[in-house]
């Protein structure tokens, strides 16, 4: 019996490893560079959800490595591993905190708030010592903490969403 569910974990492992390619090969191969990879973090959180710390973290390690071989050191793969990435992570770990408790949902959006923010900060650095581009320009104009507000703020309304389908697919998945 016990056989049985480690190899059910296994296959659903290996799925969701499947899944996160293929989006990482449309992410990599198409202009949509960035969006497609909430469905990564998806697959991700799934595996934590589902499966257990250890088959999420083993998908986590599969997706990452197979997105190196795929996509090399380029935005999709940068975007995966410091946002899509570490997001899927806080999502599970934060998934018991509810947006129906206020105190819950408070702390769920600061964390994810300094997430998105740090990830902000860390991607405009690195497109900043690779490039140098335009963006860190208009950044520049605008301002980086009101730029990073910005972000921020247009990208908390993710998690509530994200929270919401990843649940409902790991209901169904029961």
């Known amino acids: ?42 697959a991700i959180y799934i595996a934590f959800a589902r499966l257990g710390i250890g088959y999420g973290i083993i998908t986590a390690v599969a997706t990452t490595a197979l997105t190196f071989f795929i996509a090399g050191l380029n935005a999709t793969f940068f975007c995966l591993v410091i946002l899509f990435l570490p997001y899927a992570l806080l999502a599970s770990a934060i998934q018991k905190l509810s947006y129906k408790v206020l105190w819950q949902a408070i702390v769920r959006l600061v964390l994810t708030a300094l997430l998105f923010g740090g990830a902000f900060f860390a991607l405009t650095a ?19 903490w009101l730029t ?27």
């Open 1 to 42: 019996m016990k056989r049985d569910k480690s190899t059910k974990k296994i296959a659903y492992s290996a799925v969701l490893v499947a899944i996160s390619v293929v989006v990482v090969l449309i992410s990599a191969f198409t202009p949509m560079q960035i969006v497609p990879l909430v469905f990564v973090s998806l």
């Open 126 to 144: 690195l497109v900043d010592i690779v490039a140098g581009t335009a963006l860190l320009s208009v950044i520049d104009k605008i301002g980086k």
């Open 148 to 174: 990073a507000l910005l972000v921020v703020v247009a990208t908390l309304p993710v998690d509530f969403f994200f929270t919401y389908i990843a649940n409902r697919i790991v209901r169904l998945m029961k």
